[in-house]
């Protein structure tokens, strides 16, 4: 099992908070791997050093085997990594598909020696961008919203709107804070099964979600993040039998 994510000693403070405290774990490739903890926990914090958002303050952090952490979000966006936000970052005045375009961006960059010798009309990039980000909103259980306005779609609507988004760039791992909140049932089922069709196609997904249920169902592996701090790993059934997972959850003190 390659690990295509690695974290060894991962650490983030905010003046005297140590909000991920030494946090070491790996995704491997073609997985659905889960982060869950408290609120609170570092789960966000974490999200945000592997997508470049911010820096850690100690610790490695590796893509492939090679060195991310500190990276400006834009050149770790650049080497295959996209993600959605917890609270939802769309363009509301724009429609569904545009606001997947702006995702598609990324990776549609033909150099200009490129554009110069093949002449392709800027129409017919644009129709096919048009139709790939159609094709993502259908993945994602959207396929007649696309010339919606995303102020216009549900709140479970946005949420997969930024999942297509983030699919757009083609990226091999994909992080997701809590796609779920404020979907209801029939919609997050809907999630669960994009999620591992997402990792069938040798996508890896580290997946933020309080609903234990959908975590336990779609992922290969679980790590659990307490105080910043890793206090359980392994498979679903392993992690729900964990005494700190356990403790952790109910607040008791066993
Ligand atoms: N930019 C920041 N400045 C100061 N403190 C922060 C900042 N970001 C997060 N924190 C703090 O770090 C800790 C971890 O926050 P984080 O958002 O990562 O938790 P979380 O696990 O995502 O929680 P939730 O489940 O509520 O989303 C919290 O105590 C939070 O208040
Ligand atoms: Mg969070």
Redesign the pocket.
């Known amino acids: 099992m390659s690990a295509l994510l690695s974290l060894r000693g991962v650490e983030r403070t905010?003046?005297g908070?140590r909000?991920?405290d030494g946090a070491s774990f790996e995704v491997a490739a073609g997985t659905v791997h889960g982060l869950i903890?408290?609120?609170?926990?570092?789960?966000?914090?974490?999200?945000?050093l592997v997508s470049g958002l911010?820096a850690p303050t100690a610790g490695a952090i590796e893509l492939g085997g090679r060195a991310i952490a500190g990276l400006p979000s834009h050149r770790i966006a650049g080497l295959g990594v996209a993600r959605t936000f917890?609270s939802i970052r769309l363009f509301p005045e724009l429609t569904a598909r545009d606001n997947v375009l702006v995702g598609q961006h990324l990776r549609r960059h033909p150099s200009l020696l490129a554009r110069l010798l093949l002449l392709r009309s800027a129409g017919e990039e644009a129709r096919a961008a048009g139709e790939r980000a159609g094709a993502l909103l259908a993945l994602v259980g959207l396929p007649d919203r696309a010339n919606e306005q995303a102020r216009h779609l549900s709140y479970g609507e946005q949420r997969r709107v930024e999942i297509a988004r983030a699919l757009a760039s083609e990226p091999s791992l994909l992080l997701l804070?809590?796609p779920t909140a404020g979907m209801n049932p029939v919609e997050v089922q809907g999630v669960a099964q994009l999620i591992r069709r997402v990792a069938a196609d040798g996508h890896s997904v580290l997946l933020?979600e309080?609903n234990v249920r959908l975590v336990m169902n779609v992922c290969d592996r679980i790590t659990v993040?307490n105080f910043?701090k890793v206090i359980a790993e392994g498979t679903p059934p392993e992690v729900a039998a964990h005494p700190a997972v356990i403790t952790a959850y109910l607040g008791s003190e066993r």
Do not use: S
């Open positions: 905010f003046g908070l909000a991920v903890g408290p609120n609170g926990a570092g789960k966000t914090t974490l999200i945000n911010l917890q804070d809590e933020v309080h993040l910043g």
